[in-house]
């Protein structure tokens, strides 16, 4: 089933009907950066609200979406052609039966032909093409399930807890979740082996920059967690995490190692599911003990997890 690519924006009210590079400042492409390998692909331009602006009563737009991008910054861009107007429908209309989840998300076929079929709309030859077309080539997004996936999408932070836990314990961890699952001052979970732990704390957001408060916060965590691995489980291997879905400014994380006695890593939403596909591809080849090999202080690229896991 193809993917729809819908894309909102308040900044002027006829902003869909003219060809253009549509740019998305200070968000991350990787929600919808999966949708690279269908290019081009369906898109429909929505009018929204916000900033003292509301022209949630014109017509969205059918669009192809020729090419995402992004700028030096990392911010998505997406090159669109403008097909048509979908006449007699609001965009008020329309997000009332495809709920708005970002500036821009992506919808399956089904849902988007059911919502346009119930007003009434045609679909442009042009556009229709681009859903008859061929199914797009296997990428490695393919071998993980939608649960696992939602990772990169707007989930709660309860949620994307619980399905990073669940990603580490499909790797072979044994996961102990804390965070949201036991009150007090913890780390969101430790993820074990019998030669290493680590301790682990999730960021549920795009451009995480890590603060001093959360230095210090994680700092504490890991003292404190670094203490109770030793004494209960006689590990003397401690390492710590931060996992989020893009990082912003990134400091090395010297001064946590330090004041921790612990190395570190940084790794993404991105990251953790490559891990999955991985374990899943390499089976039985798939050693946690490699895993040490990926602990440094920058973030953790898909690369990095290549030249560790090959195959």
């Not at 993820?191 to 704390?201: G, L, P, S, V, W």
């Not at 691995?229 to 912003?248: C, G, N, P, Q, T």
Request: charged share 30%.
């Amino acid at each position: 089933m193809t993917e729809i690519l819908v894309l909102c924006t308040w900044w002027e009210q006829d902003y869909w009907e003219k060809d253009k590079v549509a740019p998305y400042p200070t968000k991350s492409i990787k929600p919808i950066q999966h949708l690279k390998n269908t290019l081009p692909l369906p898109g429909i331009g929505v009018y929204t609200k916000g900033r003292d602006r509301d022209f949630r009563a014109q017509p969205p737009c059918f669009l192809i979406i020729k090419n995402l991008t992004e700028n030096e910054k990392g911010e998505p861009q997406f090159d669109f052609h403008s097909i048509s107007q979908m006449e007699g429908l609001t965009s008020a209309q329309f997000l009332s039966e495809i709920p708005k989840r970002d500036l821009f998300f992506s919808v399956s076929e089904e849902k988007v032909l059911s919502a346009l079929e119930k007003f009434g709309i045609r679909l442009p030859p042009d556009w229709l093409k681009l859903l008859e077309a061929k199914a797009p080539p296997t990428s490695w997004l393919d071998w993980i399930g939608r649960h696992f996936q939602d990772i990169q999408q707007t989930i709660s932070n309860n949620d994307y807890e619980d399905r990073i836990a669940e990603i580490f314990s499909a790797l072979g961890f044994e996961v102990e979740q804390l965070g949201h699952k036991k009150e007090g001052e913890y780390p969101d979970g430790i993820a074990y082996t019998k030669d290493f732990a680590i301790i682990y704390d999730c960021k549920n957001r795009t451009n995480y920059f890590l603060s001093a408060n959360d230095k210090r916060a994680i700092t504490k965590y890991v003292q404190y967690a670094k203490r109770r691995i030793e004494e209960r489980r006689k590990i003397e291997k401690v390492y710590f995490a931060l996992i989020a879905h893009s990082y912003d400014k990134v400091e090395n994380i010297s001064g946590i190692e330090k004041e921790t006695s612990s190395k570190g890593l940084l790794l993404t939403s991105e990251a953790m599911l490559y891990l999955l596909y991985k374990k899943i591809s390499l089976g039985p080849s798939f050693l946690l003990a490699d895993f040490e090999e990926l602990i440094s202080n920058q973030v953790i690229t898909l690369e990095a997890v290549k030249n560790v896991y090959r195959g």
